[in-house]
């Protein structure tokens, strides 16, 4: 059986289609009279019509041999290879046409051309020629050109000696005789890679006998040369296991080799024949010094999947490199930077977590240095959150983390500063010995926030775990500080009306006064420092008054909640009654000053009812304190974060066990590779082969996700069985493209003659080129592939018929209608995940929306959910334990955050909102809406079609 190596390839030829094809006399004319350019327009129209099914006669060949076979022009030469290509050879009745006699001695003559270009064109052609009638008179002038002068004819004569012998060993019996001798007196690093690779082929025992020759001077050899060395090594060792220890050390070797492809297959072969740690280890080296070196962003992306898929089998030995892994983090793209740290992360050990931290926190003071840049600022992002997750898994190094990323609090980027509070805020719930570094940093960093939501999630943090008296003071001084003077109403007027203090006035006197001359001729005077003044107010306020004068009253509505919980917390560490007294009495003044200004109007936005409710709520259980109420803001809040960091922890080391599950169990079966199907991907596989096949569409990897169906679940049935040819076709979505795996069956004892398969596309799907005619025996069958490009994520059809023509019929050309194929957009949409930040950036950042209300006879809300996702290939992203389902049934209503992304990268999102009204039956039907967010509104009509289970949802 040939490999796909060995499979010959054909010219393709676009037609463009511009409309009829000349005549047979219009063709004749431009060949016989016409110039070099109508000659060569007449050969293209000759292709086009040939490859559209059209017949070409004896006269028109000859007119094509007799004014066009004599040319000198190179183009022209060209086109009449591809044109003698295409035409067919033989009669109707099977007979070599007499015509050919002609071509094959011009050609002959070609091979003796004084140029090389043309030689070495014909040799190339001669590849392609299969009909051993005319390649039989060639062959002594092909022998000749393996000593030409020139390299281009030697090489190509290389090639058609391959291809000659291959396909009829008949006409050069001596072929790998001849091209051993050739191989051992070339220089030339081209002719050898194709004479040393037709010898892998033919004969690879005098392949394997002159690399043994010359195994020491491979290195000097060429990079085109060296990769086929690498292929036969592997091939050898792959087949004759004992044959490892003869050629390892040629690998190893070539890891040196200054060409990165040798460097990269090699490191590749070598971790194929040898699981030594010495080999892996030198494997990965090679690896890591691709990287770093190559500036392809691509490449490093390649060559990190490798290491990727070596740590799932050799991490023992990948955790001693980790520090040299580190070394890619110089690169200055973002996705190979977030790979790094993410293999890093894998591997990391607690023998080199120190090191691994102090190289983390250099790159994060060095993007706090650099220009604030969109890449920057995601880049510091992925070191906090590393930084977070080591901080977690070894929780020694987190003294030593947390004084360096509480310094991003004040950062202008939000991103960072808000992944920091994240890891603040579990650093103190999990490590209680923590907490006093941890609030006293948080306390001096304070002041310096800029953000509102970083700010009130900062406060919340002070609130929940200050616990001495001196902490709590500190606190209340610097919502103090933060708010300016209070009440806040009556400072702000008497700003407003220029009340100043007396340090005021005094720079106010200070400043220049300006003589002005009014309409009516009388002067004024005009001081520029309060004109100044008056254009900074806004700046001049504290943070927290800005953000509150900006309309802001959610930041209100969250510090009148850390002043309940300081104030309920405080008579607990401090026994002076006064002190209490003064201090709830200083809480309630500040919340009631809120309430007053959002009231007033002074605002740029007013209070909204939500916040009144719980600044009143927090007035309410300060004036009447209980030990329910103490309990709930003091010990049940902190409960709800311990739950859920709890479900966090448990979903990470449900992805590690996921990640380092035993692969091979004691019990499982032996699988041989001679009896495996093409698809199960073994040992014993090869790669070479594996890798070309897959690039060809020949074999496809193991599919083990979950929405990867049985084949016959996409076998679609285009015509009946009581039809003359039967149809059916297997439909496989790729990433880019679609495969349609026709089955032609002829249910007929006629021969039908070119069979063609026409196939057309509606909506954003484009046939990538039409099937060939084919010729079908009686009860015969074929299998013909057609490949469609797609563009979008949108429903599509296609459509079409076979077409042929029976033997000895009179009739027109029979015609068989096809059944129509629906492209369903759920091919392309899979479920993924990402963080709860991630989720509300997207959610912010997407333009388009749709609202869905529900409509369904489901009675279960977590059934509907589990409906949803099912339809819609979501993923929800909102955990759910048994607990929370059984409360929810109480309160009755349920809220899920979904998200899914096509193969095309375009993120979809939506937020189910489902309710039961309090105190209904069991029987109540589920009601609510469902929200959908997408990026564009292109990208969102696309996902709303996709959608479509949201409207009707009924079961």
């Not at 007799?66 to 009745?93: G, Q, S």
């Not at 009204?917 to 990026?935: E, Y």
Request: with cysteine; charged share 25%; proline share 4%.
């Amino acid at each position: 059986m040939t490999s796909l190596a060995e499979q010959s390839c054909y010219t393709l030829i676009a037609n463009p289609q511009e409309g009829d094809f000349p005549n047979d006399q219009d063709l004749k004319q431009m060949l016989e009279k016409g110039k070099v350019g109508d000659k060569k327009e007449a050969i293209k129209k000759l292709i086009h019509m040939v490859l559209g099914g059209e017949r070409v006669g004896a006269s028109l060949l000859m007119h094509v041999i007799r004014f066009a076979m004599p040319t000198k022009d190179h183009e022209l030469k060209k086109l009449l290879l591809i044109f003698w290509e295409v035409v067919p050879k033989y009669t109707p009745d099977g007979k070599m046409m007499h015509e050919y006699i002609l071509v094959c001695d011009a050609y002959r003559k070609d091979l003796q051309h004084p140029n090389e270009y043309i030689r070495g064109c014909t040799l190339r052609f001669l590849c392609k020629l299969k009909e051993p009638e005319l390649l039989e008179p060639l062959m002594p002038t092909i022998r000749a050109c393996l000593e030409h002068r020139h390299k281009y004819v030697r090489r190509n004569a290389v090639l058609a000696i391959f291809t000659i012998y291959r396909s009829h060993e008949i006409l050069i019996p001596d072929a790998p005789e001849l091209i051993a001798s050739f191989l051992e007196q070339e220089q030339d690093m081209s002719c050898k890679r194709n004479a040393f690779m037709m010898l892998i082929q033919a004969d690879q025992e005098r392949a394997l006998n002159y690399l043994s020759s010359c195994i020491d001077q491979v290195q000097s050899f060429g990079d085109i040369l060296q990769l086929v060395i690498v292929e036969l090594i592997y091939k050898v060792c792959h087949s004759n296991p004992s044959e490892r220890s003869r050629f390892i050390t040629c690998i190893y070797n070539l890891l040196q080799s200054s060409s990165p492809a040798v460097k990269y297959e090699a490191a590749g072969t070598l971790i194929t024949l040898s699981g030594a740690p010495s080999a892996v280890k030198a494997a990965a080296t090679c690896y890591i010094e691709l990287i770093v070196k190559e500036s392809d962003n691509n490449v490093k992306l390649i060559v990190l999947d490798r290491l990727v898929a070596m740590a799932e089998t050799h991490d023992k030995v990948l955790q001693e490199l980790v520090m040299d892994i580190m070394r890619v983090l110089s690169a200055t793209d973002l996705e190979v930077r977030k790979k790094t740290l993410d293999l890093t992360l894998d591997l990391v050990s607690s023998r080199n977590i120190d090191d691994m931290v102090l190289v983390l926190k250099k790159e994060v003071i060095k993007t706090n240095e650099a220009v604030e840049q969109d890449d920057a600022v995601k880049y510091r992002q992925l070191l906090v959150k590393t930084l977070h997750q080591c901080s977690v898994r070894f929780p020694d190094v987190a003294p030593s983390i947390i004084p360096v990323l509480m310094e991003f609090l004040s950062d202008s980027s939000e991103l960072a500063a808000r992944d920091v509070l994240v890891f603040v805020r579990e650093a103190v719930q999990r490590f209680e010995s923590l907490r006093p570094v941890v609030l006293s940093k948080m306390i001096e960093v304070f002041p310096t926030i800029k953000k509102v939501r970083i700010f009130r999630a900062a406060l919340w943090i002070l609130g929940e775990y200050c616990s001495t008296s001196e902490e709590i003071q500190n606190v209340m001084t610097l919502i103090r500080q933060s708010l300016g003077e209070i009440p806040i109403v009556e400072d702000e007027l008497r700003k407003a009306a220029g009340e100043e203090d007396s340090s005021e006035d005094a720079t106010m006197q200070s400043g220049t006064v300006q003589r002005m001359v009014t309409a009516d001729g009388t002067y004024v005077s005009q001081s520029a420092f309060t004109a100044v003044a008056r254009s900074k107010k806004d700046a001049s306020r504290p943070p927290l008054r800005g953000f509150l004068m900006a309309g802001d009253f959610f930041a209100g509505a969250a510090l009148s909640t850390v002043l309940t919980k300081l104030a309920m917390r405080f008579p607990l560490v401090n026994p002076s009654t006064s002190r209490q007294n003064s201090f709830r009495a200083e809480a309630m003044l500040i919340m009631s000053s809120m309430l007053h200004l959002g009231k007033s109007g002074l605002a740029d936005k007013p209070i909204n009812d939500d916040d009144v409710d719980r600044i009143a709520l927090c007035l309410n259980v300060l004036s009447e304190p209980s030990d329910l109420l103490l309990e709930v803001f003091n010990k049940l809040c902190r409960e709800s974060l311990d739950k859920m960091l709890l479900v966090k922890s448990a979903e990470e080391k449900q992805k590690t066990i996921t990640k380092k599950v035993v692969k091979v169990q004691a019990d499982d079966p032996i699988r041989f590779g001679q009896l495996a199907p093409k698809n199960e991907l073994g040992q014993t596989e090869d790669m070479f082969e594996l890798t070309l096949s897959q690039a060809l569409g020949g074999s496809e990897k193991k599919d083990t996700s979950s929405l990867a169906g049985s084949k016959l679940n996409k076998v679609t049935q285009l015509t009946g069985f009581s039809d003359p040819v039967y149809a059916e076709a297997y439909v496989h979505v790729n990433q880019y493209d679609i495969v349609l795996d026709v089955l032609i069956v002829n249910q007929t004892t006629d021969t039908l003659q070119n069979l063609t398969l026409e196939l057309a596309t509606l909506g954003d799907l484009k046939l990538v080129e039409k099937p060939m005619p084919m010729t079908l025996a009686g009860n015969d069958f074929c299998n013909i592939k057609a490949n469609v490009k797609v563009a979008s994520t949108e429903n599509g059809i296609i459509f079409g018929n076979i077409v042929y023509d029976v033997t000895g019929a009179a009739s027109d050309r029979m015609c068989v209608v096809l059944n129509d194929i629906h492209i369903d957009i759920m091919d392309y949409i899979l479920p993924a995940s990402c963080s709860d930040a991630e989720f509300r950036t997207m959610w912010s950042e997407f333009e388009w929306e749709n609202k869905v209300s529900v409509n369904t006879n489901i009675t279960d809300m977590y059934e509907y959910l589990q409906h949803i996702i099912k339809k819609t290939n979501m993923k929800s992203i909102t955990p759910f334990s048994e607990e929370d389902q059984s409360f929810n049934k109480k309160c009755g209503f349920l809220a899920a955050n979904l998200y899914a992304k096509s193969i095309f990268g375009e993120d979809a999102l939506a937020n189910v909102s489902v309710e039961k009204p309090l105190n209904s039956s069991d029987d109540t039907l589920v009601i609510g809406h469902i929200r959908i967010r997408a990026k564009s509104q292109l990208k969102f009509y696309r996902s709303t079609t996709w959608l479509k289970p949201f409207h009707t949802t009924v079961m």
